[in-house]
Structure formats: C-alpha cells, structure tokens
C-alpha cells in the first residue's frame, strides 16, 4: 500500500482492487470521505489558531471587563460609580496581583449613557495622597494623576471625552480624548501607616473622589460610592468560554478602532461578529475550551522566560518588558510597533497600565527563591529587606498564587510593609520577612503562604528614589530557611 500525507498528518490509501480485479481503479467515496475529513480538521485547527490569538490580542478589554463584572455581580455597582475597600483588603479581592496595603478607589465610566465624565482628583497634602491613571476600556492610559500624575499634587478636574466628542471643555478642566466608550481609574490613596487612625484618614480623603457628569459639572450630583470590602471580587482570568463571552461584550459595546480591524475576520471565525449573538455551539463550545488552555499555557510559558534579572545574578526582575515603557504611554502604539504580546502578556497577570512606570511607583517581581528554584507555599523562606529604603512613601512585598496571580484564598493576611506598625527590625534597621505556611516565632514580620501551592512575589516601591534605579541599593533574593 502507497500512503501520502495531507497536511494535518492523516494518510489516504490507494483503493484496493475493484471486483473486476483491475489493480489501482479507485473507489470514490472512501477517498472522498477522507479528503472532507481532512479539511475539517484543517479548519479546526484554524479556528484554534484564531481563538489563541484573539486571547492574546483581548487580553487588557477582558482583563478590564471581568473587574467590570465583578462591579456588578459581587459589589452590587452600576456604570458611573466608584467601587471603593474601606480598608485595607484580604484575599477576597480577587484581581490580578493588588496592592493590599493601600485604599483602592476604582470609578467606573461609561461615555455611552451620560457622554463626557469627570474624575475630581483632590490636592494632595498633609490630609492624602492619591496615586494612580485613569484608562479606556483596553487599559491604555489616559493620564496619570496625583503628585506624579499631570496636576503634580495640586489636584485636578479631569473629563474624559467620548470618540469624535467635538465640544470645547470648560476652563478649568483637564480634557482626555478617549477612543472607546467605557473605561476605568485605579486610584491609590496612600496612608502615612497602617494604624486604624491613619488608616480611616486615608479613606476620608479617597472619598473626596468624585465622579460626575460634564453636563452636571455646574452643580454635580453626590458621588456613589460601593464598599467591596467584604465580598469576594474575582476578576480572575477564566480559560474557557467565558473569556469569549467577555470579549464579545467588549466587541459589542465598543468602536473598533482602525488597529485592530485586522481582527474582525479573526474573531468572525470563531463566532464573534459585530451585531450578531455569540451563540457558540457544543462543538465549537468544545474548540474554544480547548485553545483557551493552550493559550494560558502558552502565556505562562511566556510569563517565566520574558524577565531579566534586575540585579546581576539575581531573580528579581521588573514585571513588565521594557517594549511596554515605550509604548503604553500611546496606547501601545509607535510608528511600526503595536506591542499586542507584550500587552496581552502583561494584562494576564496585572492590571491597569501606568503612563510614566517610575515616577510614582516601582515594582520588582520573582517567582524563584535564590537557588532559582520556584517558590512553594508549603516551605519557609525569608526575604531580609535592607535598611534605608529608598522610598519617600513606602515599600511593600506581597505573595501571590502562582497559577492565579491574585492574592492566595483563605490567607490570614497577604503582605508586610514599611506601613506596618507592629513590624519588627534588626538593630541595623534590615527587616526580615518570612513566607511559610505556619506562622514564625516572630509572627509580625510573617507573609502567610497556601501549603501545596506555588507563589509569587511583587517588592512595590512608592515614590521610588535615585538609590533603587542606579541600584546602589539591592534587595536580595528570597531564601529558603
């Protein structure tokens, strides 16, 4: 028998003889047959390909819509209002690595409802101090804002303007064209520690926020405030169907942006269309499973092999590929350059994109201990953080689930920081911390971790100074005790 091969690897054999015995006469249909089922998995395998590919490219609106939903589903919420914690959170806020040891204020738009919005930023000073950028739908920043952001401290009326919005803005207001519909801020109010009193004051003053129409500037409605702080907000990434239905929220409610038109036939292959039902049926269903799993796999594959060592032979690295400090501040874009894998990649595991990385914050991340192998939830290890950090706020580490990266569930508490009152030093002002799953002897200093699990670590740098970025000053690797 003679076989060839088709280009998904199956092999058609020659016909065997015909009843007249005439050797090599074929018979159709059994060849045919083959030849139909070859093309089909042909177009399956196509339509993998393209729902990878659409993960990868609807990484940052998917990211943004499941905050989103988690607005609606788990804090009770609407468009328009601000989802706040009214203290420091726990594990229950389940978004991509957040900062536990600060008061988050989230206000949610939508320019479709009330057209432009405004986000009032207050003056910083001896009452607060707001970190933090306001973004579209797609997490491309619109601006920063607060001490590092574009009113330096001094406050501001930021309004963000809806596509083709052609208006002038009043005098006084900080215009953000924006080229989508809906959009978010991650704002940080800072506290000067974490006792109770500076705590409370930290929330009075993110509460001074507001949130209100353009139209309504004159005499703006009372901001909506929704305390999350007691509900489980999961925005974590679900690899399967239900990262398509997300995304077809987002191709549904959104423009397309003329970037991105490329993507139109892509998502039409696997059922997404602008105007039509994403009605998926089991087989397709099935395919889409399927090329989600791969796709996490491929991301966190991506994830462990994009980072440089910040410091020579060390495995602290900075979480984000330098390709998104060059592009981020435009919406990914550069002449030539759209940085969809760098963008996707870095939207898997965070969220909220900073304009300008390293004027209000800093980050080094590590998923290894010093011998460079993967950090385990269910060993002990400790990280001695030098003295003399070089921050004008404060510094923090916080351990994250691995497979997840979002806080670890059921922790009694997911970091330390310089913010920590009841933290203890050693004589020369270093600070040891521990990661173990049973509390140390030195209980202040712990990081609980979720035995059996693997973890990781972000290091955050608030209001970072010249020692950290000429490296004069190095954190050291986690060291298994």
Partial sequence: MITRATPDRATIEEAPPADDGVPGERVPSP???????????????????????????????VNYDLMRQAMHRDAGGEMNQIVYWSRPFDWKNQTLTPNPDVI???????????????????????????????????????????????????GGKYVVLPPEYSDAVPDGFVPLPCRNLEGYALLRSIPKSGSDEDIARAVAY?????????????????????????????????YDLRFFQSLDRI??????????KAMIDVLRTIGIEKGKPFQPDADRRALLNAAAVEAHASLDARYEASFAPFYEDAHWSLPFLPELGETAPTAYEKT????????????????????????????LLTIADAN????????????????NAPVTQYWSAVAYDR??????????????????????RERDGSIELVFAPIAPTVSANWIPTSAGDGFEVIFRLYGPEKAFFDKSWQLPDIERL
Avoid at 31 to 48: D, G, H
Avoid at 251 to 260: G, I, M, S
């Fill in 403 to 424: 497979e997840t990266h979002s806080l670890m569930r059921n922790v009694e508490r997911p970091s330390r920081s310089s913010l920590t009152p009841e933290l203890a």
């Fill in 206 to 238: 993110a509460k001074r926020i507001a949130l209100y129409p353009l139209s309504q500037a004159a005499s703006p409605p009372v901001t909506t405030f929704v305390d999350a702080i007691d509900v489980v907000f999961d925005s974590t990434i679900p």
């Fill in 104 to 154: 988050y204020v989230m206000p949610f738009f939508d320019l479709s409802e009330v057209g432009p919005m405004v986000i009032e930023i207050p003056p910083a000073g001896e009452d607060g101090s707001i970190t933090g950028t306001i973004m579209d739908c797609w997490q491309a920043p619109l601006d920063d804002v607060g001490p590092a952001g574009k009113d330096a401290g001094k």
């Fill in 31 to 61: 060849v045919l047959s083959r030849r139909e089922l070859a093309r089909c998995a042909l177009e399956r395998r196509s339509i993998e390909r393209r729902a990878v590919e659409a993960i990868n490219w609807g990484m940052p609106a």
């Fill in 372 to 387: 460079g192998k993967p950090l385990d939830g269910s060993r002990a290890y400790r990280l001695l953080v030098p003295p």
């Fill in 251 to 260: 191709v549904q409610h959104e423009p397309w942006l003329d970037r991105d």
């Fill in 336 to 363: 030539d350059v759209y940085s969809v894998d760098a963008r996707g990649l870095a939207d898997s595991y965070a969220f909220s994109t900073v304009k300008n990385l390293g004027a209000g914050q800093a980050y």
